[in-house]
């Protein structure tokens, strides 16, 4: 069956994902926003521009966007170096611009932080440093070097020196904080984006597997009556046939043979044909089927069924739900893994709640990390991973697959550490790894056993 450490995606490099037309259409509406905004200056404030020089800028601009557009294809997507190049010769340009314009005295300079924040979103770190410290130095060069802004009768515009550094500094924050936020965001969004899809590609193999079970169990189902004949005949044969001979042991042989496919389909499969009763089972039995591929791994796995006063027989009838099951084998391979030799399962119910435990006598959760736990892509433990699952890059990805189809289901996850939460209990102080409880309502889990659950009967016919 699956587990979480199959599940692989790939990072997401998102300085891949960008074409090229979306960068043009952008630039197009900047150089159009850039000369209503010298049109305007001219016109209506009387600004005296240096407006060859100006147009000379946007004209670049213009001719960049014209071959972009005519020589490469509409679909083409631009790699990293290639996105990084076209930002920072944006970058360059408007800095060029302030610089003709006023340089910081320009209210417009802080559109210079523009640039950093398309990078943040989605260019690499490195990229965004470079980014944001070429743009702090290009407002720390518009400081001392630029041309005035002058009025038609030769007024020239500029702010007190203590607005002009305030300036500075505040578009300096604005770059750092900005890009940084705005990284963190994106990253955010991200990680969880790649480990909602490893969800689904896991949710998806699950449900294919219980498919193909039911198929291979249909199949066992329909060859059973051949498989018998085929047994009978040749038991009749080598009953007629003279004891030693070279024909009875192959008879013998056939039989032995069928009753090895008979065993080999029933393995392979438990569900039957559109069996309606199997696609719910007792609440003991799908923990039972959510552990069973553990079983075999060295460690002890207790189950204690009813903890709590609950009767066996009053146990809820729950959906064989593929998500379900999943889940829970996530949770128990994550014990079994970090536990030094056993791992108990406990469940318990009551009139309104369904309740699950899991827990080992492992090293526990490391403390820093309790309140993130189900968060995707967490970071490795410790330098190095853990020695005790060096293929595991962390536990984040398997727990937070858990746990979003546990909760999908309705389930309330928590999770803590055996030793603070069994400490004063005598009866349950080995139990000081990790400790999971996963609590559903009894309504969102109960598939029940009535008639109107199990439709009407069939008749039978020839």
Known sequence: ??????????????????????????????????????IIAERYYDLSLEMELLYLVIGVSVVSNLVATFVFPENKRLSETENLLVVFFDMLQLGLMLYLTGGLHNP????????????????????????????????????????PLRTDQGFILEM??????????????AIVFLGVYSRWVVSEIRAMSDALQATQMALAREQKLTDLGGVVAAAAHELGTPLATIKLASS?????????????????????????CRDILRSMGRAGKNDIHLRSAPLTAVVEEAAEPHMGRGKSVHFDHGVGG????????????????????????????????????????????????????????????????????MRRRGKGGDPQRPEYEGM??????????????????SFANGSDSFRANDALSPRTGAFVEVVWPRSALDAGDTEAGLGLNQPFTA
Do not use: C
Request: aromatic fraction near 8%; glycine fraction near 8%; hydrophobic fraction near 45%.
């Open 160 to 173: 007190p020196d203590i607005f002009l550094f305030g300036n500075w500094v505040a578009i300096t924050i």
């Open 310 to 377: 609950g009767s066996i027989f009053d146990q809820p009838n729950i959906p064989r739900r593929p998500e379900v099951i999943h889940g829970l084998r996530n949770l128990i391979q994550n014990g079994v893994d970090f536990a030094r030799d056993t791992v108990w399962i406990e469940s318990s119910w009551t009139d309104t709640t369904v309740t699950l435990r899991i827990m080992d006598n492992g090293r526990g959760y490391p403390p820093h990390l309790l309140g993130r736990i189900g968060d995707p892509l």
């Open 1 to 38: 069956m699956t587990n979480n450490s199959s599940v692989r995606i790939t990072p997401r490099h998102g300085g891949t994902w960008i074409r090229l037309r979306t960068l043009i259409l952008l630039r197009w509406w900047a150089v159009f926003g850039q000369i209503a905004a010298m």
């Open 396 to 413: 984040g990805l398997g727990l937070f697959i858990a746990k979003t189809l546990l909760e999908r289901s309705g389930a309330d996850l």
């Open 108 to 147: 417009f300079s802080v559109l210079i932080v523009g640039p950093v924040i398309v990078s943040a979103s989605a260019l690499s770190p490195r990229s965004t440093v470079l980014l944001g410290l070429t743009a702090i130095a290009i407002v720390s060069a518009l400081v001392e070097f630029h041309l």
């Open 236 to 260: 009749e044969l080598a009953d007629e046939l003279e004891e030693g001979s070279d024909l009875r042991e192959d008879a013998l042989l056939i039989r032995e043979q069928a009753d090895r």
